[in-house]
């Protein structure tokens, strides 16, 4: 049976504030959202599939953010959180679960010097990895460094050690609202057999027929939710 497709909001927190910014630039915050437990809170009311959050300072810096972990898991109640940003070890990725998040998103441990199969084995199906690729190479800290891997490299690790999920982000989409990058998603739908969720330049509707179409699962969008050109809808 066809899985689902989902509309996932995403809310990006950076020095406590909910912001978006312009391909992953931290020195270019193009919207400022102010309180992200008050946004999470809103969101959830649309009932969303889960809300993706990601602490930025975290991603660039490592730390797991537990108690922002905790109060994202309690302020989107009853709807689930994925949350990523900080995790370094899977000490760290089990104690985001521990504090409340239904999935824990990894992306620089993931290509790093751990087993990945390390990660599967503590979170199961409750992890999902970050393929975050530019110019055709993963990114990792926050976007700011190369992973080392193709997107292709990236996904066969993924598939070899057992990962159920991934989240594919085209950074020089991602806040732009300049649409997907359909060549990117379909390389990863036909990499990839697990969840695949697409982020990075998505606008409205047409934009999420143009990526559902590629096969991929769902999308993760940002700025187009908070400047409501997308509904939250499935």
Do not use: N
């Not at 992200?36 to 730390?63: M, Q, S």
Request: glycine share 14%.
């Amino acid at each position: 049976m066809a899985r689902r497709f989902a509309i996932i909001p995403a809310v990006d927190i950076l020095d406590g504030r909910a912001v978006r910014l312009l391909r992953g630039d931290y020195e270019r915050v193009t919207l400022d959202a102010g309180d992200p437990l008050a946004l999470i809170r809103k969101l959830a009311e649309a009932g969303p599939p889960c809300i993706h959050v990601v602490a930025l300072g975290a991603a660039r810096d490592g730390g797991a953010p537990v108690e922002l972990a905790r109060e994202a898991a309690t302020a989107a109640a009853p709807v689930p959180v994925q949350l990523g940003g900080g995790v370094r070890t899977v000490a760290d990725a089990e104690a985001l679960a521990a504090a409340g998040v239904s999935r824990v998103i990894v992306g620089t441990a993931a290509f790093g010097p751990l087993p990945l199969e390390d990660f599967v084995a503590a979170l199961g199906g409750r992890l999902a990895v970050a393929i975050d690729v530019a110019g055709g190479t993963v990114r990792t800290a926050g976007w700011l460094e190369s992973g080392g891997l193709t997107t292709a490299a990236a996904l066969d690790r993924c598939a070899a050690a057992g990962v159920t999920h991934v989240v594919c982000t085209a950074i020089d989409r991602d806040g732009t609202a300049s649409g997907p990058d359909l060549d990117l998603l379909r390389e990863v739908r036909g990499r990839f057999d697990g969840v695949v969720f697409a982020a990075g330049g998505i606008r409205d509707t047409a934009d999420v027929e143009a990526v559902r179409a590629t096969g991929v699962d769902g999308v993760v969008a940002g700025r187009a939710v908070l400047e409501g050109t997308l509904a939250l809808k499935s």
